[in-house]
């Protein structure tokens, strides 16, 4: 798990459509614990806070390994009111050896000070001993390493790790380089197969202008499992649009939008934005690593002539609902079309998410 | 709120099931001219779901409630 701000409650949701049994394990913190999944149930397994990356740029032991025996879907939860997130953890079959990242920058102190920095962010597990990991930064990732040792050069540097062992590096807090930063479209390449994740601890969608924050993580698609198409429909109740974000793993890959895209918003005058789009197809080439933002309304194809990763993010729940705070930015990577489940059992929450005690609202 | 977007070629848009219920086909929209069809649905109960299909389904699970939300991808095949 990513680093997060405030005091989440962990977990794993473990599904199977035929029933399974298994063991989670977190080596480094001596736990084992054995599960059992029923034909078409989610298994709801507590994680200790401890398993959270809090140290960055060295090596750690959070990995978590989950072995089954029968296919099964992991899920993972970090619930803290007013600041939940949540992945789709791939099965080992599915890792490997070449990502491009897809993350978001992180909002700004200037904009939202809470008294700790935020961070754009990523994180690599090793599923083997020795593997020998390049890092090489984005231009934008400005990452900031321990001991003095930055990398915000785009030069690339290794890090080795044995199986399980975790390593988490963020980018700069604006509050100390006086920029945005984020570690999208940074490369990261292993000799053997890693997950990878990443994201913002905290982080405003599409930009600081529309509030609140929320945290983002994603594990990430290895550049192979990347392919030409995405579709999406938008979230439910989000009238005004999505944002998304589209990467290119290599240069001069050409991406036709179509759908009814957000040409302009505007909220003068007003805490309602006035929002204006168009159906239409854009067209946008991207180089490597290269990522474009759009915000689309309804039904969207995106279509590329190399492989890409389309990104799906809640805009911040100002952006619709200013009266009910209904909403805040989530982030769901789009597989490529067709890369589908042919049974889904998935997990939902309460519909109280989040409970509405005293505190301070991100 | 709690929510799936599901989804699936034109074909499957009369045999999806959520929780064993039917989606009514009529719902999809098509998203674009790609041949597939998508649909929100709203979910009143939370726990495990079940979606089915005649073919593969891209699910987005997600929820919003007062200053939050989450939302994941049902999974990847290669």
Known sequence: ?362 | MNYLNIIVPQSATTNTLVDGLPITATNFVAIGTSGYYGVQVAMTNSGAHKVTSSRPAGVEVYGFGIYDAYGYFGGVVK
């Open chain 1, 1 to 362: 798990m990513l680093t997060s701000d405030g005091d989440p409650e962990l977990s794993l949701r473990i599904s199977s459509p035929v029933g399974a049994s298994g063991t989670l394990t977190i080596p480094g913190l001596g736990i084992t614990n054995a599960f059992m999944v029923a034909a078409g149930a989610v298994t709801n397994i507590s994680i200790t806070s401890d398993a959270m990356m809090v140290d960055y740029d060295t090596n750690e032991t959070y990995g978590i390994h989950i072995t089954a025996s029968r296919s099964v879907s992991v899920y993972a939860l970090e619930f803290d009111r007013w600041a939940s997130a949540a992945f789709t953890g791939y099965p080992t079959t599915l890792l490997g050896t070449n990502y491009c990242v897809m993350a978001h920058a992180s909002a700004t102190s200037e904009s939202y000070d809470f008294g700790f920095n935020m961070y754009s962010q990523l994180a690599v597990v090793a599923t083997a001993d020795n593997a020998t990991v390049t890092i090489i930064p984005s231009a934008t990732a400005n990452l900031d390493g321990q001991y003095g040792t930055n990398y915000c050069s785009t030069n690339a540097y290794t890090e080795t790790l044995q199986q399980g062992q975790t390593y988490q590096i963020n980018s700069l807090d604006d509050a100390d380089d006086g920029g945005i930063n984020d570690v999208t479209g940074t490369l990261v390449k292993s000799d053997k197969p890693i997950a990878v994740f990443a994201g913002a601890d905290l982080a405003c969608v599409p930009d600081d202008n529309t509030p609140y924050a929320n945290p983002l993580v994603q594990e990430q698609l290895p550049v192979d499992l990347w392919g030409t198409q995405a579709l999406a429909l938008s979230f439910a109740g989000r009238t005004n649009g999505d944002s998304y974000r589209v990467l290119a793993a290599y240069s001069n890959t050409v991406v036709a939008i179509t759908g009814d895209i957000v040409t302009n918003v505007s909220f003068e005058g007003s805490m309602y934005p006035t929002v204006t789009s168009c159906n239409e197809t854009v067209m946008v080439t991207n180089q490597a690593g290269q990522c474009y933002d759009l915000i689309v309304i309804g039904p969207v194809v995106f279509q590329a002539s190399q492989p890409i990763q389309v990104a799906h993010f809640a805009i911040g729940g100002e952006y619709d609902h200013p009266s009910s705070h209904e909403g805040d930015p989530c982030e769901i990577l789009l597989p490529p079309t067709g890369h589908y489940l042919e049974t889904n059992i998935v997990f939902t929450l309460t519909n109280d998410l989040p409970d509405k005690s005293t505190g301070t609202s991100i």
